[in-house]
């Protein structure tokens, strides 16, 4: 089993659409980074979280330490919007494992 | 304020010979890791450098090796590359105990 599990692995949504991308982990975290990967491979940081919720124009991201698990949400989705979503949990010494990703894509 | 430059961004080379792939961390960044993406698949962790040491390593074989020079930089070599080693080589910083972590874009391997 996976330290880092997503789902689901693959998502289509019409434009306009609230989306949710789940992460789950089974050990212990400093942090949590949502990251986004688009075709060509560069990834961005969207956030990084320890805690509580955060808010980036339609982007949020939550994290619930107790049971383990976030969520990343975007409202009023785009096509632009279409993209491979990455979890990756911070162990202690900054070491980052990653989920296998959720890959996204938004229809006009 | 240059994030995190990686070059190549694209390499082709011929199974059994060696490549060098090259990290120039974000300004401020001290520790630098490699990760190798395969197609469809998340990141997986190669090793991480600071202080110009290796600190940790992933569950690679020992042709994946690498340097991290005074300045930060770091350098990535693989020996007798094999198809498989054919990936996305990501590199990311950050600052000593600070989890936030910037990534560079990639280089891309083929291997033929």
């Not at chain 1, 990756?88 to 010494?93: N, P, R």
């Not at chain 2, 590359?81 to 105990?97: K, T």
């Amino acid at each position: 089993k996976n330290e880092v599990e997503q789902s689901p692995q693959n998502l289509t949504a019409q434009e306009g659409e609230f989306i949710t991308i789940n992460c789950s982990y089974s050990v212990g975290i400093s942090a949590l980074h949502w990251l986004q990967q688009h075709p060509g491979g560069g990834i961005v940081s969207l956030f990084m979280l320890s805690s509580g919720k955060k808010k980036h124009g339609r982007l949020i991201a939550t994290i619930n330490i107790q049971e383990k698990h976030s969520s990343l949400h975007i409202t009023a989705s785009h096509p632009r919007d279409s993209a491979v979503y990455i979890c990756a949990v911070v162990l202690s010494a900054d070491k980052l494992i990653f989920g296998t990703g959720t890959r996204l894509q938004v229809f006009p | 304020d240059a994030g995190v430059t990686q070059s190549p961004t694209h390499l082709i080379k011929t199974r059994g010979q060696q490549v060098t792939l090259r990290c120039s961390p974000k300004s401020g960044h001290d520790t630098v890791s490699w990760y190798q993406q395969a197609l469809g698949q998340g990141p997986q962790f190669i090793f991480q450098y600071y202080e110009e040491e290796e600190r940790q390593r992933g569950n690679f074989p020992d042709r994946f090796s690498g340097h991290q020079f005074p300045n930060y930089s770091s350098e990535l070599n693989v020996n007798a590359l094999l198809l498989g080693d054919s990936a996305l080589y990501l590199c990311a910083s950050a600052a000593q105990l600070n989890y936030g972590y910037t990534f560079g874009s990639g280089t891309r391997l083929t291997v033929v």
